[in-house]
T-cell receptor, first 114, second 114 residues
Framework: DQQVKQNSPSLSVQEGRISILNCDYT??????FLWYKKYPAEGPTFLIS?????DKNEDGRFTVFLNKSAKHLSLHIVPSQPGDSAVYFC?????????????FGGGTRVLVKP | DTGVSQDPRHKITKRGQNVTFRCDPI?????LYWYRQTLGQGPEFLTY????????KSRLLSDRFSAERPKGSFSTLEIQRTEQGDSAMYLC????????????FGPGTRLTVT
């Protein structure tokens, strides 16, 4: 039972354009959502997060949108840069989960073309 | 560097052997997590410690797996009688109680069982 899904395994975008990554979840107990970025041979790096009491959080070029009724969130990267080429993971956590363990999606590989 | 460190970075072992991995969390973090990531998938939660207490274990953690965190500092993950299905990236993450949703990951230990 995959509680967090990233339905697009890959995304190719031109440098300077917007990258939009999508994530869907099924567990209504999730109340905090995070995006991680992963380069090959490295661990995931925390990028941005959003609490379920908000519908948008922005940090520089990165914006996360949350639609609770649709159980959907998205990450916008604008403008996209070649250094953004990586695998992006959506993750979710529930307050009642022991230690706020994270449940991850399968990842979306982003390629930014110069 | 005050990030999460893991040792070794790579381990190749023969089926049936025992292996042990080490994780050193960020020094002020009292929570420590182990995740496993297989090819093409997102990380999956294995177990979690708050200080020296192991508070949750996933069903993925069979009897051949054991984790410890003596004195609430570094942690070790041991796999006994390794199987080819244990081949994966083992990731360690840490967080503080204050900002527990945001977990910071180490570079991982890649295990290959031949």
């Amino acid at each position: 039972d995959q509680q967090v899904k990233q339905n697009s395994p890959s995304l190719s975008v031109q440098e300077g354009r917007i990258s939009i990554l999508n994530c869907d979840y099924t567990n209504s107990m999730f109340d905090y959502f995070l995006w991680y970025k992963k380069y090959p041979a490295e661990g995931p790096t925390f990028l941005i997060s959003i609490s379920s009491i908000k519908d948008k959080n922005e940090d520089g070029r990165f914006t996360v949108f949350l639609n609770k009724s649709a159980k959907h969130l998205s990450l916008h990267i604008v403008p996209s840069q070649p250094g953004d080429s990586a695998v992006y993971f959506c993750a979710a956590s529930a307050r009642e989960a022991a230690g706020n363990k994270l449940t991850f999606g399968g990842g979306t590989r982003v390629l930014v073309k110069p | 560097d005050t990030g999460v460190s893991q040792d070794p970075r790579h381990k190749i072992t023969k089926r049936g052997q025992n292996v042990t991995f080490r994780c050193d969390p960020i020094s002020e973090h009292n929570r420590l997590y182990w995740y496993r990531q297989t090819l093409g998938q997102g990380p999956e939660f294995l177990t979690y410690f708050q200080n020296e207490a192991q508070l949750e274990k996933s069903r993925l953690l069979s009897d051949r797996f054991s984790a410890e965190r003596p004195k609430g500092s570094f942690s070790t993950l041991e796999i006994q009688r390794t199987e080819q299905g244990d081949s994966a990236m083992y990731l360690c993450a840490s967080s503080s109680t204050r900002t527990s949703y945001e977990q910071y990951f180490g570079p991982g230990t890649r295990l290959t069982v031949t």
